[in-house]
């Protein structure tokens, strides 16, 4: 009974230590940071894909939180950053018409910097569902 106590202790710690938390202390950059593709200051439809980017800062940690007012946020570890789908849809459903916000965290020599703060605004129209294009072969060839 002790060892099987003693083992979800041990997966509770562990749960913890890996959960993705927004640094509380930190220090502010000045410059943006540098982002690919760099979604700052852009309209976002209410139905796009979740706009998934690369942080091209150097740094031995990164944390990433996306909110808003209404109180949604989702937070991303690592470099390179994937939104979950289902809490992507519903941070732009709740927001139409309102403003979302991206901090970007990174660590550096024990050390914590904030970048400003990227926003967007949630568009209230919806994007086109389907979207198609033609490919012109003549602008594909190389001059040789």
């Known amino acids: 009974m002790n060892v099987f106590l003693y083992f979800e202790l041990l997966l509770l710690m562990l749960l913890v230590s ?15 940071a540098v982002v690919y ?15 998934n980017f690369q942080i091209n800062e150097d740094a031995d940690e990164y944390v990433t939180r996306l909110y808003s007012n209404s109180g949604n946020d989702i937070v991303v570890s690592g470099k390179t950053i994937q939104f979950d789908l289902k809490d992507w849809k519903k941070l732009l ?44 072969r ?5 001059n040789s």
Request: charge should be positive; hydrophobic fraction near 30%; include cysteine.
């Open 93 to 136: 459903n709740d927001n139409k018409g309102k403003t979302i916000h991206v901090d970007i965290f990174a660590k550096r020599n024990g050390v914590w910097y904030k970048y400003p703060t990227m926003n967007n605004l949630v568009a209230t129209e919806p994007i086109d569902e389907y979207i198609s294009y033609r490919l012109d």
């Open 18 to 32: 890996c959960s993705k938390q927004v640094p509380q202390t930190y220090t502010a950059e000045k410059k943006s």
């Open 37 to 51: 593709p760099d979604y700052n200051g852009i309209t976002i439809p209410c139905n796009i894909a979740p706009l």
């Open 138 to 142: 003549k602008s594909t060839r190389l």
